[in-house]
């Protein structure tokens, strides 16, 4: 599976989007682009995931570079509640999901 | 919907004696479970991956035996760290990934093992 680089970590004005990068330059044709996160002391939370096109759901939108090099996660109202470590995962559909680091999202009040 | 439990929350044991985790999915069944360990600041590191009525399939460097998994129904997995040590002591997290939906992975709350 491909490689992904996040920013160790971010702060965010509550009521204002976060916007978190992930640089995936050797994505494959057939690699998904995977967002989870993980509150402090919990198991990940699936928020969204993309192959192409930009994606959006109740939690968050999913913006994808055209040529699939890298992608933005975004959470439009940030929430004191999404203080959370954020991870960018780039893999086939039916491979295990491997974490990296991920960023370390504060959302201040 | 996919909600996925573990038993016990938070569990703390004798250096030398064994530990079971269990994993259940509470709305859905689960044909792939997996178990992932992680240590503070650190972040997820996956285990092994298990198929209902098969053995599991472990990540380099986790022993087996000491590691042990049985994913005997499509609804409960069990993970048993055997002659338990403190360096042992970690946040086990399980996922699942439902049968014929897809590849999404739903995780537990998690475990907190201490071992003294």
């Known amino acids: 599976d491909a490689k992904t680089t996040q920013p160790p970590s971010m702060d965010c004005a509550e009521g204002r989007a976060a916007n978190l990068p992930c640089n995936h330059s050797t994505i494959s044709g057939n690699e998904y682009v995977y967002w989870y996160r993980q509150i402090h002391s919990q198991g990940p939370q699936y928020i969204i995931h993309?192959?192409?096109n930009n994606e959006t759901n109740e939690m968050a939108s999913l913006i994808i570079t055209e040529d699939r090099k890298s992608s933005t996660l975004i959470l439009p109202h940030a929430t004191l509640r999404d203080t959370a470590v954020y991870y960018c995962i780039v893999k086939t559909g039916a491979n295990n999901l491997f974490f990296g680091t991920g960023t370390r999202l504060t959302v201040i009040p | 919907g996919a909600v996925v439990s573990q038993h016990p929350s938070r569990v703390i044991c004798k250096s030398g004696t064994s530990v079971k985790i269990e994993c259940r999915s509470l709305?859905?069944?689960?044909?792939?479970m997996f178990w992932y360990r992680q240590f503070p600041k650190q972040s997820l590191m996956l285990m092994a991956t298990s198929n209902e009525g098969s053995k599991a399939t472990y990540e380099q460097g986790v022993e087996k035996d000491k590691f042990l998994i049985n994913h005997a129904s499509l609804t409960l997995s069990t993970l048993t760290v055997t002659s338990a040590h403190p360096e042992d002591s970690s946040f086990y997290i399980c996922?699942?990934?439902?049968?014929?939906?897809?590849?999404?992975?739903?995780f537990g709350p998690g475990t907190r093992l201490t071992v003294t």
């Open positions: 709305d859905f069944q689960a044909t792939t």
């Open positions: 996922s699942a990934r439902p049968r014929g939906l897809g590849y999404e992975q739903y």
């Open positions: 993309g192959l192409k």
